[in-house]
């Protein structure tokens, strides 16, 4: 991602982005993928959990500064997730949650950090575009890089009714939903399945995928021991177009993964539809019908996407 650049371009470095792309995958897919599938979050003042965070399959590790650090101890997380940063470097993808950009401690968040080892600032309760930019200030005051991504956590109601504009902000890598603060916002159950919730889901989806971002992550399951739970939501939330999900435990990593990577007939089927296609270009067809249905460009790019996914 260069910041300041068309949004054609502007993730074309993106850290999420393979430098080995299938021939066949146009661009504009291969700016989507690889999608993270699993995000998890450790508290930023455990440093063994710190360390054991980037051995447990996770795609990307989300040592957190906010929500699972006490106010009085953030000093100790700053310093503890620090030297976390130094020790850990290029063993995976992490990504640091600091304080929202309407908190003092976000800036001293980024202050105290080594940002040149982070693959990405997670940014709490973003109400508008503004919150990126003032992140990114804060990165630059920093002296971050100025390519630093950001991920944005959707999850007021000024969150979602801005989403468009937060996922245009060039910074922006991918969106994350969080629906327990939502739903705190609305005053409703998290899990009374609210239509204003599903709305909220859709308008992240939507967004990121016209914005040319990775797909979003949904919110975590937070029963740690129901694993069937687990799959059931994070099925529902590829379902509904999002690339993954953020995890609070790492027993949820592989159930995650899973779900998320394209299943055995998934990949059969996209198998057949690359072959079928190519043979269609070389006699000069445009759609054709393959096993009783028809098949056109946007059939063999979700083809060319699900073997893309596949070679992880």
């Given amino acids: 991602m260069v ?24 661009l504009a897919m291969a700016e989507l993928a690889p999608r993270v599938r699993s995000a998890l979050f450790t508290p930023g003042t455990d440093a063994a959990r710190l360390r054991k965070a980037v051995t447990v399959g996770a795609d990307v590790c989300i040592f957190d500064l906010e929500d699972s650090v006490p106010l009085q101890r953030a000093a100790e997380a700053r310093q503890t997730v620090s030297q976390a940063l130094d020790e850990l470097h290029g063993r995976g993808q992490i990504w640091v949650r600091v304080h929202p950009s309407s908190s ?31 992140c ?6 920093a002296k971050g890089p100025p390519d630093l991504p950001v991920v944005p956590i959707i999850e007021s109601a000024a ?18 939903f969080g ?14 399945g609210s239509p204003a919730l599903a709305t909220a889901r859709a308008a992240i989806v939507l967004a990121s995928a016209a914005a040319g971002l990775h797909p979003g992550l949904d919110s975590p399951w937070i029963n740690i021991q129901d694993l069937e739970g687990l799959r059931t939501a994070a099925l529902r939330a590829r379902s509904d177009g999002f690339g993954g999900m953020l995890i609070i435990h790492p027993s949820h990593v592989e159930t995650v993964n899973h779900v998320f990577s394209p299943t055995a ?4 089927w996209a198998r057949g539809i690359v072959a079928s296609a ?35």
């Avoid at 629906?179 to 009374?192: N, V, W």
């Avoid at 007939?265 to 059969?268: C, L």
Wanted: proline share 7%.
């Fill in 3 to 26: 910041i300041g650049l068309p949004s054609s371009q502007k993730r074309a470095i993106s850290p999420m982005r393979s430098t080995a792309w299938p021939a066949a995958v146009p």
């Fill in 104 to 134: 003092p401690y976000m800036p001293e968040d980024l202050a105290a950090l080594p940002l040149s080892r982070v693959d990405a600032v997670m940014l709490p309760k973003v109400g508008g575009a503004q919150d990126v930019a003032d």
């Fill in 136 to 141: 990114r200030t804060a990165i630059l005051a």
């Fill in 159 to 176: 969150g979602v009714l801005n989403v468009t504009d937060i996922a245009r902000s060039a910074e922006v890598l991918c969106l994350a």
């Fill in 179 to 192: 629906r327990f603060d939502l739903s705190a916002d609305l005053g409703i159950d998290p899990d009374a």
């Fill in 265 to 268: 007939d998934e990949v059969t």
């Fill in 278 to 312: 190519g043979e269609a270009e070389a006699s000069g067809r445009g759609a054709y019908a393959r096993d009783g249905q028809m098949v056109d460009e946007a059939v063999v790019r979700r083809a060319r996407r699900i073997l893309h996914e596949a070679q992880r």
